[in-house]
Structure formats: structure tokens, C-alpha cells
């Protein structure tokens, strides 16, 4: 299993962007890197998905360097419903195959100040 | 179309007692896995269902089991319940092609 490291908190102000970083050193070449965010007795709800480069949706962007080491989350112009906590997930797919190879750390938590 | 539902939202369980939780998987997804969280912790990985059957386990004692039915929902059964299995309890469902969808978990109260 990949070992994960991203910061335990995070401040920023509305309208700022971003960038979550998350360090796994050991990432396997099928392995790949998942963020998911969560608030207070919710469940985490993903919101985004890469392996290698750059993948951007409504939401966010993820950056991943060539040697896949770390990534990026890149939350723009934050705002204050996106005080949460964090989560970066790496681990094969696996035909879908969600399970033991996906491990949830402390996750960050971002809290966004007016 | 529905989510990741999850029954029931919260419950209150003495020390001893066994609850039974139940999860119904977005549309699509034939894969349901459980999650414990504690307070402040990251999810933790106890089960997943596949095919009605129990593909993977964490690191859970057999006290926790679970059942998936033809239709893709599930249950986790937890046997002789201890305080230090109150938690919120997720459900997750996916699919080849689809990451996790999580429910908004049942909070169990156990005294």
C-alpha cells in the first residue's frame, strides 16, 4: 500500500485558490489517485480522479507529476461551503475493485475564512 | 436517481446488543463496501461485497459481518456490541467504471 502524507490543516480566504498537496512516495505503476471530500456526518463525496499529468473537471484540478510521487488538488477561488476535510486515496483500481487497496489517512482539513 | 442510501441514520445500542445496518447501492453499481469512522479519523475499510459474497476484509473482528442481496443492497450485521464500536458506519457502492459513491453513513451510539 502507497503511504500518503498531506498536511492536517489548511487556511485560506474566499475567493483564493487552493492547492492541497499529498506526498506517496512508494505509488505503484497500476495505482491511481483519488480525492474525496467530506463534511461534518456526511459522507465523502469524490471529487476528482487521475493517473499521470493533468485532470480538471467542474470542481477542481489535479496535478501529477511525471514521477507520480505527489499530486496536486487545486481547489479555485475557494469559497466558505468548502470548509471540509480533505481525503487523497491512492491504490489500483482494479476493475473497480475499491476495497483494502484504498486507505483513507487523517485527511486535511481546510477551513475557509471570509 | 437515488444515491447511496443508508438506514438508518441514527441508532442507540446498549453494550451487548447487535444492530443491523442496511445500505442500497446507486443505480449501477454492483460493488457495496462498509466503512467504520471515528470521531476526527479517516474512514477505516471493513468489508466489501461483490456477487453476494465477501470479496475483501479489513482488519475487523468477526463480530462485524455483512450480507449482499441479489439486488446489490447490503447489510452489516455487528455482534456484541462494545463502546468502542460507536461510529459512523458508510456504505459505499461502485462499479467497473464508476470511483466510490459514499452514503451519508448511520451514526451508532453505542452505551
Known amino acids: 500500500l502507497a503511504k500518503i502524507t498531506q498536511p492536517i490543516s489548511m487556511d485560506s480566504y474566499e475567493g483564493q485558490e487552493v492547492n492541497i498537496t499529498c506526498s506517496h512516495n512508494n505509488i505503484a505503476t497500476n495505482d491511481y489517485i483519488t480525492w474525496y471530500q467530506q463534511f461534518p456526518s456526511q459522507g465523502p463525496r469524490f471529487i476528482i480522479q487521475?493517473?499521470?499529468t493533468k485532470v480538471t473537471n467542474e470542481v477542481a484540478s489535479l496535478f501529477i507529476p511525471a514521477d507520480r510521487k505527489s499530486s496536486t488538488l487545486s481547489l479555485p477561488r475557494v469559497s466558505l461551503s468548502d470548509t471540509a476535510v480533505y481525503y487523497c486515496?491512492?491504490?489500483?483500481?482494479?476493475?473497480?475493485?475499491?476495497?483494502?487497496?484504498?486507505?483513507f489517512g487523517p485527511g486535511t482539513r481546510l477551513s475557509v475564512l471570509p | 436517481d437515488a444515491g447511496v442510501t443508508q438506514s438508518p441514520t441514527h441508532l442507540i445500542k446498549t453494550r451487548g446488543q447487535q444492530v443491523t445496518l442496511r445500505c442500497s447501492p446507486k443505480s449501477g453499481h454492483d460493488t457495496v463496501s462498509w466503512y467504520q469512522q471515528a470521531l476526527g479519523q479517516g474512514p477505516q475499510f471493513i468489508f466489501q461485497y461483490y456477487e453476494e459474497e465477501e470479496r475483501q476484509r479489513g482488519n475487523f473482528p468477526d463480530r462485524f459481518s455483512g450480507h449482499q442481496f441479489p439486488n446489490y443492497s447490503s447489510e452489516l450485521n455487528v455482534n456484541a456490541l462494545l463502546l468502542g464500536d460507536s461510529a459512523l458506519y458508510l456504505c459505499?457502492?461502485?462499479?467497473?467504471?464508476?470511483?466510490?459513491?459514499f452514503g451519508n453513513g448511520t451514526r451508532l451510539t453505542v452505551t
Open positions: 486515496l491512492v491504490g489500483d483500481l482494479g476493475d473497480g475493485n475499491y476495497g483494502q487497496n484504498f486507505v
Open positions: 487521475g493517473y499521470k
Open positions: 459505499a457502492s461502485s462499479s467497473r467504471d464508476s470511483p466510490l459513491h
